[in-house]
């Protein structure tokens, strides 16, 4: 990646341009990757839920809410992700301009698929070519989505609220004394949202692990498309806000989509070899990757993340396990194999759709899908 180069390449000084940068907050480390490439050397945003961290259960530190605050943008995948989110985003950065991006005209949508074995699925929701990015075409969209999300699957992801409960706590401890002190209205505000969206999503039967059927998807930043259509309605935000370095930003955009272009190409060849081998995944997170590069799951264990399986489900996956031959079975960096290896004797991997091994920034993305597609090909090998 080349991103730091744009600002020599045309020609501005830095020193001049940080007097003017806004500031961004985004959500998860994959959409915080493509927000910094973007950037490149004229600023780095903010990242509200570390890599470690699950997105949907996440609790603010009292540095995560002050960015919050003081954002100028905010980019969220979405409520279907972090339901917690909408609260904070919606009081704390209040007067931000927020990006909503799987609500976004030209954001490729999947429907989150159902049963421990998969089989054939429709993916004709949603598979218009993504349009050209401007902000013309997300303005609208980029503030208040109540309705969007209630017909999109209000209830999704809530057994998730109560994933990796472990995760991300250690890091709390750890605050300094006096930032707690200083930013604890923020916090109690924040967490007294997720509080209440806890108690407003709990009770639901161990489907609601994922939305209700027919609802989309929402880990939609693993379709390289959203995120090449995303780079230029982050580019055109960031420019209208500093429009001294709009020229940066649309450039490094314009490279991000083309080393896109060459990783996809990369990850074509690893794979190619075993499409068609069926494998096994812990959770449902891999609909887009899978769709992109045709070489789609057998089925997951989990109804969703950490949401432990029945054993209806886990008999219907050794059936299904042992009547394809699947090869593979992959896990998470946050999740015990355990229950894996009573699929069979199958080969078992580790896939990671969040950068939690990696280092945020804006290599961060590229990364995390060429060790998807690595770790793929060497289960399925």
Known sequence: MRYAMAAMIVGIGAGAAQAEVPR??????PIHSIVAAIMGDVGSPDLITPPTASPHSHQMRPSEARALDQADIVVWVGHALTPWLEGPVGTLAE?????????????????????AAFGAHNHDHGHEEPKEAGHGDHQEHAHDKKDAHEEDGHDGHADEEHAHADNGHE??????????????????????????????????????????HGSTDPHVWLAPANAAFWAGVIAEELAEHDPSNAAIYKANAAEFINDLKALEAEIEAMVDPYRGRPFVVFHDAYHYFEHRFDIE??????????????AGRMSELQEAVMATGAVCALTEPQFNPGLL??????????????????????????????????????CLS
Do not use: C, F
């Not at 961004?24 to 480390?29: S, T």
């Open 24 to 29: 961004v907050a985004a959500d998860i480390a």
């Open 171 to 212: 890091e709390h401890a750890q605050e300094d004394e006096h930032e707690h002190e200083e930013h604890g209205h923020e916090v109690e505000h924040a967490h007294g949202q997720h509080a209440e969206a806890h108690d407003e999503h709990a009770g639901h039967d161990d489907h609601a692990g994922h939305a209700a």
């Open 95 to 115: 007067g931000a301009h927020v990006i909503e991006l799987i609500d976004l005209d030209g954001t490729e949508l999947l429907d989150v698929r159902e049963g």
């Open 297 to 310: 799951a057998l089925g997951s264990v989990s109804t969703g993340d950490a949401a432990a399986p029945s």
């Open 341 to 378: 290896t009573a699929l069979g004797p199958v080969k078992l991997g580790e896939i990671d759709p969040l950068g939690a091994k990696l280092e945020p920034g804006p290599t961060l993305y590229p990364d995390l899908l060429r060790n998807m597609g690595s770790a793929l090909a060497e």
